[in-house]
């Protein structure tokens, strides 16, 4: 990554300053030093605000991929900038809880933006009498269930691969994309509109 200059950008440390006492008044030093302090304005602006170069809710939009790339994450450029903001900012988080429901559905959400759904194939359960039947099915297998307004602006390949890569990695698994239901009206829900007269 590299930053460009910024015209008439002035210096927060001019190197004039810092000058020894006797080439203060020296105008060949003070002129050689006036004309470094355009070359490193941009490096000391960039050093001051390092900080936020780090933070994913502050870093330009060009650093976002680079920060990224820090916590292994792989952004989706055609995603919108907030999602991968979200997602850079979750990265930490989410690698605490790498293959579990609670994190696939978390990184699923802020990958798509949809509401996400697991239906996982085991279970648990307590019986105060042995040889109860166990929960679930002997079969292994996670279902994802994906609910967007149009499917059809999903890329499926890409959801697949997410979920490849952060499910158990014993556990066969479907992706399933279901549209959500349009909102209904206040009519369909049997709600009158108001009545504007009404007082």
Avoid: I, K, N
């Avoid at 203060?24 to 355009?38: V, Y």
């Avoid at 490193?40 to 976002?64: R, S």
């Avoid at 105060?128 to 609910?147: C, I, N, W």
């Amino acid at each position: 990554m590299s930053r460009g200059t910024v015209p008439g950008l002035a210096s927060a440390h001019p190197l004039g300053e810092l000058l020894p006492g006797v080439y203060l008044e020296d105008p060949m030093a003070r002129g050689l030093t006036a004309g470094l302090d355009p070359l490193l304005a941009p490096v000391f602006l960039t050093l001051d605000c390092l900080h936020a170069y780090l933070d994913p809710t502050l870093t330009p939009p060009d650093f976002l991929p680079w920060l990224a790339s820090w916590l292994g994450v792989e952004l989706d450029e055609t995603m919108p900038e907030d999602r991968q903001r979200a997602l850079v900012a979750a990265a930490g988080r989410l690698h605490h809880r790498h293959g579990t429901a609670a994190g696939l559905t978390e990184y699923l959400e802020l990958l798509t933006g949809a509401t996400v759904e697991l239906q996982e194939s085991g279970g648990t359960v307590w019986a105060a009498v042995a040889g109860a039947d166990p929960p679930g099915s002997p079969t292994p297998g996670l279902t994802v269930t994906v609910r967007v307004p149009d499917p059809s602006r999903v890329d499926l390949d890409r959801l697949r691969q997410a979920v490849h890569a952060l499910r158990p990695a014993h556990l066969p698994y479907e992706v399933v994309l279901e549209q959500l239901p349009a909102p209904r009206s206040r009519a369909h829900r049997g709600l009158r509109p108001p009545d504007p007269s009404a007082g």
